[in-house]
């Protein structure tokens, strides 16, 4: 099954999160800092764990593409 991400702002919290689905797996983080990056779990339901490392690599590579796009590639 495809892995489907979505980063997200919550600006009450002021803080950026990121949702993870692959098949019924759902996991979401939270991004502490953006240089240097810093992601966390903070939920997961499904057959995986929210920090094996496969999975916060694509994480990682996701979230870097997309801050990316919102600073203009700076």
């Known amino acids: 099954m495809k ?5 997200f702002y919550a600006p009450t919290e002021e803080q950026y ?5 692959k098949g ?3 996991a979401l983080y939270i991004v ?15 057959g995986i764990h929210s920090s094996d ?7 990682e590579e996701f979230a ?5 796009k919102i600073n203009n590639d700076f």
């Open 17 to 21: 999160y990121i949702y993870y689905f």
């Open 53 to 59: 490392t496969e999975i916060m690599k694509v994480i």
């Open 32 to 46: 502490e800092n953006i240089k240097p990056l810093n992601i966390y779990p903070v939920d997961y339901f499904g």
């Open 24 to 26: 019924f797996t759902f």
């Open 3 to 7: 892995v489907k991400l979505k980063l």
């Open 64 to 68: 870097i593409a997309e801050f990316k």
